[in-house]
């Protein structure tokens, strides 16, 4: 019994005799999250404070949000009320602003599970702390862009008869469509991405109902079901949490192929065209990447989260946004190549009218936010810089809803009938709603933020558990247990 | 046999699977311990027996529920409604393969988070054995031993150093243990659906709910519950053949067909206002002229509601004021609302309605 | 009640016959109760017109010539507008190669626009206003459209019924030439042509034949049942 080796439990740091060895600790410290321990219930109070406590300046903007839903809401409202046409949509640009916000909105929501999902199956380790904001983007962004095809409704109030439901007329809905391909797979993958991100909760909310009293602590007890971290229900849980991250994958990748299918299945030209599905999956990924960053900066400093959102982390999502827009890079490169050199005479006219029409300065402005802006990302200095990222990820905000406008109205404004082309410019009650989409959102993430715990704080001990220390010569580094 | 139900808290994870080993070699069985943390440690780092799980096979049967009800939905009602689109015959392969998997996935993970509820018994609301403390970093180990080990039991958890240690008299067994074939059904079905399905409401809460959703949602469309927005084009603006207010002629109007009254002649040679002819013209009227103008003439017939202005008073003294051949003329080519009776009246029979109508006079 | 004949309904346009005088547009507006849009509303291209003339010109003034194109919906017989149609509101009749427009199941997704690559497909944006006394005039065999809601050249599909009706009370065959859409009914100088491609005497069949054929954006593939006769030059100089 007396010469048994034990463990440290891991938030406790054994003490260093040598000063040099110290030191060189403290840093990699400094670096590193999952190697910064604390006594979990210091980071959980970390995690919880924020949620109590709201200050005017939360107070201001979570008003302003709220009246920019308001705003897009009334919008609607009078939109149905009086018909679309007070809307600027005509007659060969039959889908514009709402489509555009449609596909940008559904875009931002999947880097949340690529990075929850993928980079979990991957075994990334920066991945800890940031899936859980990254979930949300998720699972506000879909709920957002599912609205817009409601708004975009001729008849709104019929929406439910493209539901499969045996109604009064003996009709169902035509799965021919590529709409009714949309609806099924953006169900799928919102109801999905909401128990994803609701089972990797459990924990948390148990640990929520641990560390509060009244009110939340009826709420997070109802919510949490009663976990108590068994072995089975965490063996169950890891399980469930895998197969959802095998399973959303697929069904993240065929959201966005779908959606490009809404256009790629029209026989217009600019449309028409094969690699539609994996250069819109990729643009999707490139822009959630960046609305994942603006929502991490945020977040760590509204929520004095330094702890746990290190820059470490940041420049994890600066790589992979550096490496999305590359592959952005190539697949626009390859749906213009193609039918430049074919030279058929509407898609002639589309590039004359990007390279030096009236289109020309959006066009320019893309390209240099999607593909030279992110560029500058290779340099160490703008990967740690906070602020730079930030610039960095809105302007690919920018540039990607430009290239979606492009796509959409503007592609559509240029067909087979010459008599037929128009030009569309947004109007007011579009642009309401727009604005408006983006203030819910925000919204949505000011209202979790004060009910959710924005960070796995489980997942986050697993990795300190499972980190420790290496010497290598004179160095001291990182290494990883890998439990399975 | 009365049990007692210990728990402790320890810091590391050495001293947990040496308790746990030592509460084994006490002989109380794996199945009687459970470890709570709020960290996944996984079984076989503390010596424990791995854990089986049947969430996969959830969330296999949700795969082929899911399977199936796209093919229902796709092919099922493409056959039922046979509609060649755009020429991509009854039942098009393609689209069918994107629902397949899209509802595929989604009967997946559905059911995985299903599985995931009921093998660990979730929800459960009322109060467990268990520590807070638990999440803050801590590994609880919780053991159901007889009353006459427990204080052994008790002593090899603090001898390990547990600290927040807890004792509990139970009455009943946590885990029901398999007996007879009975007993061991019945512990089929606690292991399947939790110790006390029937004392949870919380299963039935949500089918009753489910079934009511689904059945209110079904009776506002079939019209059980009818909600009145007019959007069906039901209400037209047009006016069909048989309906909606005829509209009288502009004031100015006048026949461009047939005789036209030229002052001084009249307008066909008059039939004198015999009693035949007015026995005749009573008849005639009957038939003729009294669904709008009535019995009496007074215009009341029982079609006139349905005119704007109403027909005339023949009674009137403005109508009696015409000269005969005027009313000769109307009664051919009709009169505003009214129609040419041309058809229905002879010559004739013209002027014994025109005797028949004078002698209305009052 | 007897079964009805397979009939592929079909449109011959002469274009060397055509002056662009828009009769037919006329005809069409008041045979369909097709809305009649402000000025304002048909600068922003939001106009309702069935079938209208497209006019392109060649050359530069003073020596410009006129061509033009009356367009409506092209009947195809592999419609790309139907498939993408969540409600099946644009549907398929087989039995008379009609593409048909049910009002009342649309929803105003407008995807059928998108990928109709003729362009003869209309919204209604706002709620159709017809002022006294023009209700009067609107054609109680054809729905009013709501708000919200695709429509399209039907064929004049109300007149296809009523004549089939009618041979069918009388107990005959449907005679070529007895359907007549408005905008055949109204062509001055008879540059359309009706009838039913299925019957090898009718006078559309007759003149599918014609050397002059040709099948508008035909690389597409969409198989459309109008047929455009085009000869020698435009008969329209400016």
């Known amino acids: ?484 | 046999m009365a049990k007692n139900l210990l728990i402790g808290l320890f810091h590391e994870a050495t001293p947990t699977a040496d308790t746990l080993a030592q509460l084994r070699e006490l002989g109380i069985p794996d199945d009687c311990v459970t470890v709570m943390s709020g960290i996944p440690y996984r079984p076989e780092w503390l010596g424990r027996p791995p854990v089986r799980g049947r969430v996969p096979m959830f969330a296999l049967i949700g795969a082929g529920l899911g399977l199936v009800t796209a093919f229902v939905l796709t092919w099922g009602l493409w056959l039922l409604y046979p509609l060649n689109q755009g020429g991509q015959g009854i039942t098009p392969v393609p689209p069918t393969l994107i629902i397949l998997f899209e509802v595929t996935m989604l009967g997946t993970m559905w059911a995985a988070f299903v599985g995931l509820l009921l093998e660990n018994r979730f929800p459960i609301f009322k109060s467990q054995l268990y520590d807070p403390r638990i999440t803050e970093g801590h590994i609880g180990v919780l053991a159901e031993v007889d009353a006459e080990l427990a204080d052994k039991a008790e002593a090899i958890l603090k001898a390990n150093g547990a600290h927040h240690l807890q004792r509990v008299e139970e009455k009943y067994p946590l885990f029901a243990r398999p007996g007879n074939l009975l007993d061991r059904l019945k512990a089929r079905v606690t292991t399947l659906f939790g110790p006390d399905l029937l004392q949870r409401p919380f299963w039935l809460v949500v089918a009753v709910g489910i079934v009511v959703l689904l059945a209110v949602g079904a009776f506002i469309p079939y019209g059980i519950f009818p909600v009145a927005i007019p959007t069906q084009m039901e209400h037209q603006v047009s006016i069909g053949f048989q309906q909606g207010p005829r509209l009288a002629a502009p004031a100015a109007a006048v026949p461009v067909q047939g005789p036209v009254l030229i002052a001084g002649q009249p307008a066909s040679t008059p039939y004198p206002a015999t009693a035949d002819s007015l026995q005749r013209g009573k008849v005639l009227y009957d038939l003729t002229c009294v669904v709008c103008h009535g019995a009496s003439g007074d215009g009341n017939g029982r079609l006139s509601g349905f005119f704007v202005p109403k027909p005339a008073d023949l009674t009137s003294a403005r109508t009696q004021a015409f000269s005969d051949s005027q009313i000769f003329l109307v009664i051919t080519q009709g009169f505003g609302a009214m129609p040419s009776l041309a058809e229905n009246l002879d010559v004739q029979n013209r002027w014994d309605v025109i005797n028949y109508v004078r002698s209305l006079k009052k | 009640m007897a079964k009805t004949p397979h009939r592929e309904w079909a449109m011959i346009i002469d274009l060397d016959k055509c002056t662009g005088c828009g009769a037919c547009v006329v005809a069409c507006h008041a045979e369909n109760n097709v809305p009649i849009q402000t000025e304002q509303e048909i600068a922003r291209g939001r106009g309702i017109h069935w079938i209208h003339i497209e006019r392109y010109w060649e050359g530069a003034f003073p020596r410009v010539k006129a061509n033009f194109l009356p367009l409506l919906c092209q009947q195809c017989e592999r419609a790309p507008c139907e498939p993408v149609c969540p409600v099946y509101a644009s549907v398929r009749s087989d039995r008379e190669n009609l593409n048909l427009q049910v009002y009342n199941r649309c929803v105003g997704t407008r995807y059928c626009q998108n990928n109709d690559p003729y362009k003869v497909r209309f919204f209604n944006w706002f709620e159709p206003v017809f002022d006294e006394p023009l209700n009067q005039q609107l054609n109680p065999d054809v729905t009013v459209r709501s708000a919200g809601v695709m429509e399209k050249c039907t064929f004049c599909v109300q007149r296809i019924r009523r004549a089939e009706e009618r041979a069918l009370a009388e107990n005959r065959a449907l005679r070529d030439g007895e359907v007549i859409p408005a905008c055949v009914q109204t062509c001055p100088p008879s540059a359309l042509v009706f009838g039913d491609l299925a019957d090898p005497n009718s006078a559309v069949a007759k003149l599918a034949g014609d050397r002059r054929k040709f099948k508008l954006l035909e690389h597409l593939g969409t198989e459309p049942a109008i047929v455009y006769l085009k000869g020698g030059e435009s008969n329209v100089r400016a």
């Open chain 1, 1 to 484: 019994m007396s010469e048994r080796k034990t463990d440290q439990a891991f938030w406790r740091r054994p003490a260093i005799a040598d000063e040099t060895e110290a030191h060189q600790i403290e840093d990699v410290r400094q670096q590193h999250l999952l190697l910064d321990p604390r006594y979990p219930l210091d980071s959980d109070r970390d995690v919880l404070d924020p949620m109590y406590r709201s200050s005017k300046r939360y107070w201001f903007f979570f008003a302003l949000f709220a009246g920019l839903v308001l705003m897009m809401f009334t919008t609607w409202t009078v939109q149905m009320w009086l018909g679309l046409g007070i809307t600027g949509l005509k007659r060969p640009t039959m889908w514009a602003l709402y489509i555009v916000n449609f596909v940008y909105f559904i875009g931002i929501g999947h880097a949340g599970t690529f990075i929850s999902a993928a980079l979990r199956v991957l075994k990334v380790e920066w991945r800890r702390p940031i899936s859980r904001a990254a979930e949300l983007v998720t699972v506000f962004g879909l709920m957002t862009a599912a609205l817009f095809p409601l708004i975009h409704l001729g008849r709104t109030w019929k929406f439910y008869w493209l539901i499969p439901y045996p109604n009064e007329r003996q009709l169902w809905p035509s799965f021919h469509s590529p709409l009714l391909w949309d609806l099924t797979a953006i169900t799928t993958y919102l109801s999905c991405s909401i128990l994803f991100a609701y089972i990797s909760l459990l924990p948390d909310l148990a640990m929520a109902r641990d560390h509060t009293s009244g009110w939340r602590h009826i709420l997070y007890s109802v919510l949490a079901l009663g976990w108590r971290g068994t072995e089975r229900e965490w063996s169950n849980h890891e399980t469930a949490l895998n197969i959802f991250s095998y399973a959303i994958i697929p069904v993240m990748f065929s959201v966005h192929t779908i959606v490009s299918w809404d256009f790629a299945m029209a026989i217009q030209p600019g449309w028409h065209s094969t690699i539609f599905g994996p250069y819109f999956v990729v643009g999707a990924l490139f822009s959630g990447a960046g609305a994942v960053i603006i929502a991490l900066t945020i977040i760590r400093k509204a929520m004095r989260l330094q702890y746990f959102l290190r820059t470490e982390h940041l420049e994890g999502m600066a790589k992979l946004m550096l490496l999305l827009s590359f592959a952005w890079d190539y697949f626009y490169f390859n749906d213009v190549l193609v039918p430049w050199y074919g030279q058929a005479p509407v898609e002639k006219s589309l590039f004359a009218l990007f390279a030096s029409g009236r289109v020309a300065p959006l066009f320019y402005l893309m390209i240099f936010a999607n593909a030279i802006v992110p560029v500058t990302l290779v340099f160490k200095r703008v990967r740690t810089s906070i602020v730079g990222l930030f610039i960095v990820s809105l302007f690919i905000q920018i540039g990607m809803y430009i290239e979606r406008f492009l796509i959409v109205p503007v592609g559509l404004g240029q067909n087979e009938i010459p008599f037929a082309w128009g030009v569309y410019v947004p109007y007011l009650p579009e642009s309401l709603i727009s604005i408006g989409a983006f203030g819910l959102v925000i919204f949505l993430f000011f209202l979790i933020s004060r009910f959710f715990p924005l960070i796995p704080s489980w997942e986050v001990y697993e990795g300190q558990v499972l980190q420790g220390l290496r010497r290598i010569g004179r160095a001291i580094l990182p290494t990883r247990a890998e439990p399975d």
